[in-house]
Every structure is written in structure tokens, then in C-alpha cells.
């Protein structure tokens, strides 16, 4: 029983690891490829969202069909412990780990808040693991932006790292 039970878990282990597909340059660059011209499509109109709540800006994002993968707090100036800063990730960490392994670019939002993130920023974040979801977009969704940038969009291997 006991073996039987060690040789199902051992075939599962071994099922799960060749059907668990290694992300490669390749997949990095073409998400990158797919993902930078839908944001760069917002950036020229990017002003028209200063001013307004967070969701009217992620209502844009989404008619875009641009999926928010990850997300972190900043602070607006350093040091402090005044959190204003929002920072969105489209891809997961071992696709930020090619590129920087390849030093390309890899693409992100920073929307700076008029006003400071609430506290409870802190317990969410650990919640979630810095992964987006529904109720982090709730968070966020009635605070006023102030500015937003657009960084790494300037092509994956492109030595330009103006944002934009």
C-alpha cells in the first residue's frame, strides 16, 4: 500500500515536471512584441486619465486586452515611508529573468496617485503575493492619478530606455 501510494506520487512528480514547459527568449520576446503596441497605443492619450480614478484607466487597459500580471507600492520620493506609487508588471518573474539575463527591456506602468496609498496596501500585497487580481484593482480603483509612465516599450533590445 505503502509503495503504491510513494510510485503514484513519484509518476505525478514526474508527469508534472515534462509536461511543465520551460520558458525560453523566445516566448519573452514574443510576448513583448504582442503587449508593447497595445501600450503604446495609450501612451499618446495617457493625460486624459490625470485627474481620474485609477479605474477608468484599468477599464482601458482591459479594453485593450492587456492582462496585469504583478504589481508593487512606491514611495513618491525617497526616502519615505509614503507610499503614492503604483507599479504594474505584465509578465511573471522568470520572463523578467530572461530579460534581464539578456538585457532587454521589460515592459511596466508607473502611475503616481495624487493622493498617499492607503496603509492596507501592505497587508494586500503579502495577501496576494504581489500578484493582480480583482480585488486589487477594487483597491485601487477610486484613487486619482496624478501621472503615469510607460517604461521599457521601446523595443525589447533597443538601447533607448526613455520613458515614455
Known sequence: MKSTMLKTVLLLN??????????????????Y???????????????????????????????????????????????????????????DMNLINIATDNSYQYPRVIITFENEIPGQVQNLMVQHHSTWNTNVAQFFSNMKIENIQFVGVNGYNSSDRTVK
Open 14 to 31: 514526474i508527469l508534472f515536471i515534462f509536461n511543465c514547459k520551460a520558458q525560453t527568449t523566445t516566448d519573452y520576446i514574443n510576448l
Open 33 to 91: 512584441n504582442n503587449l508593447v503596441p497595445k501600450l503604446n497605443s495609450i501612451v499618446p492619450n495617457k493625460t486624459q486619465f490625470y485627474g481620474q480614478n485609477f479605474s477608468s484607466f484599468y477599464n482601458e487597459i482591459q479594453s485593450k486586452n492587456i492582462s496585469i500580471v504583478g504589481w508593487m507600492h512606491d514611495t513618491k520620493i525617497s526616502p519615505s515611508s509614503k507610499y503614492y506609487v503604483l507599479k504594474l508588471f505584465f509578465c
